[in-house]
């Protein structure tokens, strides 16, 4: 693939924003019809918990990638592929740290809706992110790119 305009992966939104669009869509639901999950203090503790190890997470991985000197963003073309760090046991590490926070977000907000809006919010990201980053990153590296997906899931 040649570095051109069309060298990016056509993600449908930036992936934080797709998180935001859901957990707000959640927030707002719980304004209208109250829920709960846990007693306090477990979900602040567990909530607190998720959220400090996905914004971990997410600087390791985003580090990884400046220390290779390729794009953090979705929407700019990659210039390495990216397979040590988080990358040994992840393809998606950002994403499972954007995950990590939604749930520690929804455990601390108390809310059953953000929990339902979770399968939904993974399946965007699913065919409106990933599917479209793995088609990009297959034609842009080939053979290392297909032999790193055969050693390394997609989540965990």
Aim: proline share 8%; aromatic share 10%.
């Amino acid at each position: 693939m040649t570095e051109d305009a069309d060298d990016k992966p056509g993600v449908i939104a930036l992936p934080p924003f797709i998180y935001l669009a859901f957990l707000l869509a959640g927030l707002g639901l719980e304004v209208i019809a109250p829920t709960a999950l846990l007693a306090a203090p477990l979900r602040y503790v567990v909530g607190g918990a998720l959220i400090a190890g996905g914004l971990a997470l997410a600087v390791v991985a985003s580090g990884r990638f400046r220390a290779a000197g390729t794009n953090v963003r979705p929407t700019l073309p990659a210039t390495a592929l990216v397979t040590d760090g988080p990358y040994r046991f992840t393809r998606n590490p950002m994403y499972l740290a954007l995950t990590a926070v939604y749930l520690g977000l929804t455990l601390t907000a108390d809310s059953l809706w953000l929990l339902v809006l979770l399968p939904p919010l993974l399946a965007v990201m699913h065919y409106g992110v990933i599917r479209r980053e793995e088609r990009y990153l297959a034609d842009k590296f080939g053979t290392p790119y297909h032999d790193y997906m055969g050693r390394v899931r997609r989540w965990l």
